[in-house]
Structures are given as C-alpha cells and as structure tokens.
Nanobody
C-alpha cells in the first residue's frame, strides 16, 4: 500500500519562501516521475511542476517559473518544492503526486491529472500582502 506524507507549507508574507516535501513509501520511488499541483478556492487543481524519475528533466508552469524549484532525493524517497518570492496569487492547497510514467515531458505532464496514481494529503500555503 502506497503512503504519502506531505509536510511544509504555512503562512508567509509576500516575498517570503517556503519549502514543501513529500515522502513516499510502498512504491519504487525512482520508477516514477513526480509532480506538484495546487488548488485555490473556487478554482480547478492546476499543475505547478514535474520532475523525471532521475531528476534530469523538470518543467514549471509559467506562473512559477524562476521562483519555484522542484527536486527529489531518490535515496530518501522524498520530493521537494522550494518556493521563493511568494505572492498572494500563490495561495492555495498544494499537493504532490506520483505519475505512472517515468518522464517529465513538459506541459502535458502536468496538465493531465489522471495519470497521477498516488497523491499527498495536501498542505495549505497562504501568502499575505
């Protein structure tokens, strides 16, 4: 049984930073691409970033490019999202997820949510102005 423990998040002022992490168990972590998603109140869940199985390939949504960094430590079965220069528009519930595929191929990898098989429980990020 796959388990995902998500941590990090919280409340910060605009311009601040936060780091999210997800630790997976019950699966062969380095066999899967990983993604981060977020959902703001009243909006659909949207893709933020993805990373390939070995970390060699990453992709970022335009809204976070240059501010967020996705990474993974396969030895620790852990996925990370470092978020810098946060703005109120980044306020949302953030979710990590494991893709059934191994590669992060670009926007299509974070646009189709149904390919992601295992999801974290979500963590709230609130950015005040």
């Amino acid at each position: 049984q796959v388990q995902v423990v998500q941590s990090g998040g919280g409340a910060v002022q605009a311009g601040g930073s936060l780091n999210l992490s997800c630790t997976f168990s019950g699966l062969t972590f380095d066999h899967y691409a990983m993604g981060w998603f977020r959902q703001a109140p009243g909006k659909e869940r949207e893709g933020v970033s993805c990373i390939s199985w070995g970390g060699m390939s990453t992709y970022y949504a335009d809204s976070v490019k240059g501010r967020f960094t996705i990474s993974r430590d396969n030895a620790k079965n852990t996925l990370y999202l470092q978020m810098n220069s946060l703005t109120p528009e980044d306020t949302a519930m953030y979710y990590c997820a494991a893709d059934r595929a191994v590669n992060c191929l670009g926007p299509q990898t974070i646009e189709i949510l149904t390919t992601y098989a295992w999801w974290g429980q979500g963590t709230q990020v609130t950015v005040s102005s």
